[in-house]
């Protein structure tokens, strides 16, 4: 399968075909899963949720959205980059939930060997997670475009002109855009912290 093979696939989403989301996930799971091994790297220590269930996970979230269609390549990586973000913030609130004993369960003591053996996300990552998402919602409010460009940038570690590509903008612009907005989330996410 050629890069033009994912280019039709990609047209005939656009036009409306949804059905050619079967063909097209096999043909881009590589690239997909780049992206989401990306995102594992940031998140080291976590091992319940790893690289193939977060492509597994994105790829059901697309293949859900009523209007999904893609302009081009490049924008349908950034479709699945927010949607991992999604996962991975759904995910981080999740544990922070049973953290604090949201989902606490009755265990016997026969089954405490067991429970030990699971690696679990650490309380900083936890954290670091929540506040970073707090940060995306704000920065999300009141600057959209700063936004897209980190969902693109960190989340679907696309390169500066695939970013300046996805959002039909200049790569300059995405440099300066990316440079504020790491400055924005980085304030934010110590001001949560210190509080």
């Known amino acids: 399968m050629?890069?033009?093979?994912v280019n039709q696939l990609l047209d005939e989403l656009k036009g409306g075909n949804r059905a050619v989301l079967d063909q097209l996930f096999p043909l881009v799971y590589s690239e997909l899963r780049a992206i989401a091994h990306a995102h594992r790297r940031r998140w080291q220590g976590d091992e319940t949720l790893?690289?193939?269930?977060?492509?597994?996970?994105?790829?059901?979230?697309?293949v859900g959205q009523a209007e999904m269609r893609p302009e081009s390549r490049v924008h349908f990586f950034a479709v699945a980059a927010k949607a991992m973000r999604h996962i991975l913030s759904n995910y981080a609130r999740a544990r922070r939930r049973q953290k604090?004993?949201?989902?606490?369960?009755?265990v016997s003591l026969d089954d405490v060997d067991a429970i030990a053996g699971t690696a679990v996300l650490s309380d900083e990552h936890i954290d670091m997670a929540g506040a970073l998402e707090s940060a995306m919602t704000r920065l999300g409010e009141t600057n959209p475009r700063l936004s897209?460009?980190?969902?693109?940038?960190?989340?679907?570690?696309?390169?500066i002109a695939?970013?300046?590509?996805?959002?039909?903008?200049?790569?300059?612009?995405?440099?300066r855009d990316w440079t504020?907005?790491?400055?924005?989330?980085y304030r934010e996410m110590h001001a949560h912290q210190d509080s």
């Open 2 to 5: 050629t890069q033009t093979t």
């Open 148 to 159: 897209q460009v980190v969902e693109c940038r960190f989340y679907g570690d696309m390169s």
């Open 100 to 106: 604090r004993g949201g989902d606490a369960k009755n």
């Open 162 to 175: 695939d970013t300046a590509a996805a959002l039909g903008t200049s790569p300059a612009t995405v440099k």
């Open 180 to 185: 504020l907005a790491r400055a924005l989330l």
């Open 50 to 62: 790893g690289t193939t269930a977060l492509v597994n996970e994105a790829y059901l979230k697309l």
